[in-house]
C-alpha cells in the first residue's frame, strides 16, 4: 500500500519557523521524485518545492525561495521542509507528493501519490 504519512503543521507566529516531514512507504523517492504542495482556502493546489533524488537539484516556487529549504533522507525515506520566515501568506494545507514532479514548473498534474496533508497557519 501507497501512503504518504505528513507531520509537523501547526499555528506559527508571522517570522517564524515550522520543519515539515514526510514519510514514504509501498514506493520510494527513486522512482518517484518527492515535492511539497500547498493550498490555501479558495485557492488551486501550487507547488512549493521538489527534489531530483539522482542529482539533488532542489526546485522552489518563487515565493518561497530563500525562506524554505528542501532535503531528503534516502535511508529513512523521508523528506523534510524547513520553512523559515513564515508570512500570513503561508497559511495553507501543506501536502507531501511523489511523482514525475523534479523540474521548475513543480506541477501537481504529474503527481502520482498524495498525503493526506498538514495545516500551517502563520498569525500575523
Known amino acids: 500500500e501507497v501512503q504518504l504519512v505528513e507531520s509537523g503543521g501547526g499555528l506559527v507566529q508571522a517570522g517564524g519557523s515550522l520543519r515539515l516531514s514526510c514519510t514514504a512507504s509501498?514506493?520510494?523517492?527513486?522512482?518517484?521524485?518527492p515535492g511539497w504542495f500547498r493550498q490555501a482556502p479558495g485557492k488551486e493546489r501550487d507547488g512549493v518545492s521538489s527534489?531530483?533524488?539522482?542529482?539533488?537539484?532542489?526546485y522552489y516556487a518563487h515565493s518561497v525561495k530563500g525562506r524554505f529549504t528542501m532535503s531528503i533522507d534516502n535511508a529513512k525515506n523521508t523528506v523534510y521542509l524547513q520553512m523559515n520566515n513564515l508570512t500570513p501568506e503561508d497559511t495553507a494545507v501543506y501536502y507531501c507528493?511523489?511523482?514525475?514532479?523534479?523540474?521548475?514548473?513543480?506541477?501537481?498534474?504529474?503527481?502520482?501519490?498524495w498525503g493526506q496533508g498538514t495545516q500551517v497557519i502563520v498569525s500575523s
Open positions: 509501498g514506493f520510494t523517492f527513486d522512482d518517484y521524485a
Open positions: 527534489i531530483s533524488v539522482s542529482d539533488s537539484t532542489a
Open positions: 507528493a511523489g511523482g514525475n514532479i523534479a523540474t521548475i514548473a513543480i506541477a501537481p498534474e504529474r503527481v502520482n501519490f
